[in-house]
């Protein structure tokens, strides 16, 4: 079969929340996008799903707020912190805000942007689509991908390749660009249930007897809840029994119980996030850039991965079409972007270490034989 091969000013790898976001925005101002996603759709099982101010301003600034609205969000009115059963600290939101977090399911996201981009000629979206190889000119600068849709081999030309595959980023690898990355000492089971009847949207911290829980609610009627576990315990801990491992949220939250054993019968209702943090050493390359998860994975501390990345793309877009438009797309005057993100992201990733730190001697200690 014959090679298809297309052409754009930029090819974003990843469709996640940074790549559809600065593929919307590239469009908008007429660039030519090609954005490649390995999955066939928008459906993401557990992900960072909430966003806070800064990124609802974004989105409202980009027009796009009341799009992702339409399709459902739920806007979370406080956030409790748990003793056991006991509230011992409430956080409600500032005088000029009406939440203190957004839930915003990440197919509704995604949609909404792809939905927007679409109305653009110059933009377009190909799920099934796995990057294999970066192509290189031969001074080294990077020149587009190679990549298989639905079995069959695709070449893209591009002035800028985008790396925002995620915190496995292929492109990063491909790249061969130096990662540092940073365990934390635990990892978090997710799982969800149904909420009861008069849940309030409501994010619901939990100390109880050493454990430590999470309970987010959700649009459409639903509530993840996430477990703090002793890192690299999720193989051990699944040969056991789940009965006791479910005692403390019941402890906690007896209203829960019935639903928590009606849909939590097996180790196979939890999804395990590895925690990790990263940071690459260089997030531009001539040809290429990372950012989101690829250029610097988040631990869950706070919930502000997803904040991280779209931010990237709002702070990279102006930057990249400016460049493309004086046609100076050298690594150099594209460090700017990396300058401008890299602190704030160091600062992000010290300050979940600092929260982290406070709770560490508190995380469950489930055994790891
Ligand atoms: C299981 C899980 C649970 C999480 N839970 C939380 C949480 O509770 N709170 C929180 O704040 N953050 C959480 N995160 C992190 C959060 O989801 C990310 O920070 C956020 O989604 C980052 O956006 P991104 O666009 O940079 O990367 P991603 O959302 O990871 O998107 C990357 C995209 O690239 C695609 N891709 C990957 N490789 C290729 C390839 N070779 N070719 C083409 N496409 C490719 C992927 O399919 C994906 O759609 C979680 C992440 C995971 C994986």
Request: glycine fraction near 8%; proline fraction near 4%; hydrophobic fraction near 40%.
């Amino acid at each position: 079969m014959d090679k298809l091969k297309l052409q754009a000013d930029v090819c974003i790898v990843g469709g996640g929340p940074a790549g559809t976001l600065l593929g919307f925005l590239l469009a908008k101002k007429g660039v030519s996008t090609i954005i490649i996603e390995r999955s066939s759709g928008v459906n993401r099982k557990f992900r960072g799903e909430h966003i806070n101010s800064e990124t609802e301003a974004i989105l409202k600034e980009h027009q796009l707020f009341e799009k992702i609205e339409e399709l459902g969000i739920l806007k979370m009115k406080k956030v409790e912190f748990f003793a056991g059963k006991h509230i011992v600290n409430t956080i409600t939101p500032s005088i000029d805000e009406d939440h203190v977090g957004i839930h915003v399911p990440q197919a509704n996201l995604l949609s909404a942007m792809n939905q927007e981009s679409g109305q653009y000629e110059n933009y377009r979206l190909f799920f099934n689509t796995t990057v294999t190889e970066l192509m290189q000119d031969d001074r080294g600068v990077y020149t587009g991908v190679k990549a298989i849709r639905d079995g069959q081999e695709i070449m893209i030309t591009s002035s800028v390749v985008v790396g925002a595959d995620g915190r496995y980023s292929t492109v990063r690898k491909l790249a061969n660009i130096p990662t540092v990355e940073m365990t934390h000492g635990y990892d978090v089971l997710w799982a969800k249930i149904p909420a009861p009847a008069g849940w309030e949207p409501t994010t619901r911290m939990v100390l109880v007897n050493g454990h430590q829980l999470a309970l987010f609610t959700q649009t459409g009627g639903f509530i993840q809840i996430g477990w703090n576990i002793e890192e690299g315990a999720f193989p051990s801990l699944r040969k056991q029994s789940l009965q006791p491992f479910l005692e403390p949220l019941i402890e906690s939250f007896p209203e829960l119980k019935e639903l928590v054993l009606q849909h939590l019968q097996t180790w196979n209702n939890f999804v395990c996030l590895k925690v990790q943090s990263s940071r690459s050493d260089t997030w531009v390359k001539d040809g290429l850039i990372i950012i989101g998860d690829a250029a610097h994975t988040m631990t869950p501390t706070g919930a502000i991965g997803i904040n991280c990345g779209m931010k990237d793309a709002h702070v990279l877009a102006p930057i990249l079409t400016k460049a493309l438009l004086e046609k100076n797309i050298t690594a150099h005057r594209l460090k700017i972007f990396e300058k401008n993100r890299k602190t704030e992201i160091k600062e992000q990733q010290e300050m979940q270490m600092k929260q982290e730190a406070s709770f560490s001697g508190k995380f469950a200690q489930f055994a790891l034989n």
